[in-house]
């Protein structure tokens, strides 16, 4: 069965800082995509990052970064010099590419306050 | 680029009464999708759409009824409206890479 957890339900760190958010998945398929999604505190729902299971390279857009590891099933996001910006609540979600009708499993999210 | 759009923004109404929640995409994207944010609860399913009329249950359908005469439009209807169902309602699309796009959502309170 195909599953998304976040552990962190809240971190809060002060401006600056680096924060890593967790996210480890669980799925049958050898062919799936992992996200990335942040809400910040006016609710839109922003797309950050999609990769697939077959690129495992690290992505780095700026402050931002993602470490994707098959073999510990974990999809991590850092973000690096955090900014008051930055205060959101961040989704990790998963599709499976075969029967998944591109739907997306969702994990629960973190919320992420960085504090000035 | 409009991309996609919800309305209304807010809304209240009362318990029984019909609401539908509009959603509209510019993109021609093929799956479309209905949320629902709780707090506590995460983003929920309500239904998808694959195309033009062919939609689905999602994980919390009970309640809503959604159309898809048009490729770009996939209203969602609540036939008698309930206080269990005020909450914020997202609607998304999406294409063959899997990536959801969403709407602003629809806050909507049932009195």
């Known amino acids: 069965a195909q599953k998304v957890t976040q552990a962190q339900t809240e971190i809060s760190v002060v401006e600056k800082e680096d924060v890593t958010l967790d996210c480890v998945y669980e799925?049958?398929?050898?062919?799936?995509?992992l996200f990335w999604y942040k809400q910040p505190p006016s609710g839109e729902l922003v797309f950050l990052i999609r990769r697939n299971s077959f690129d495992e390279q690290n992505e780095i857009s700026g402050r931002y970064s993602w470490n994707f590891q098959k073999s510990t099933s974990s999809f991590n996001f850092t973000i690096t010099a955090s900014q008051v910006v930055d205060s959101a609540v961040y989704f990790c979600?998963?599709?499976?590419?075969?029967?998944?009708?591109?739907?997306?499993?969702w994990g629960a999210g973190t919320k992420l306050i960085i504090k000035p | 680029d409009a991309g996609i759009t919800q309305s209304p923004r807010y809304k209240i109404t009362e318990t029984g009464r019909q609401v539908t929640l509009m959603c509209h995409q510019t993109w021609s994207h093929s799956y479309m999708f209905w949320y629902r944010q709780d707090l506590g609860h995460g983003l929920r399913l309500i239904y998808y759409s694959a195309a033009a009329d062919i939609t689905d249950k999602g994980e919390v359908p009970d309640g809503y009824v959604v159309s898809r005469s048009k490729t770009e439009n996939f209203p969602l209807t609540l036939e008698s409206a309930t206080r269990s169902q005020t909450s914020v309602y997202f609607c998304?699309?999406?294409?063959?890479?899997?990536?959801?796009?969403f709407g602003p959502g629809t806050r909507l309170t049932v009195l």
């Open positions: 979600a998963l599709s499976e590419a075969v029967d998944s009708n591109y739907q997306l499993i």
């Open positions: 998304a699309s999406s294409e063959t890479d899997y990536t959801q796009y």
């Open positions: 799925t049958r398929d050898t062919t799936y995509y």
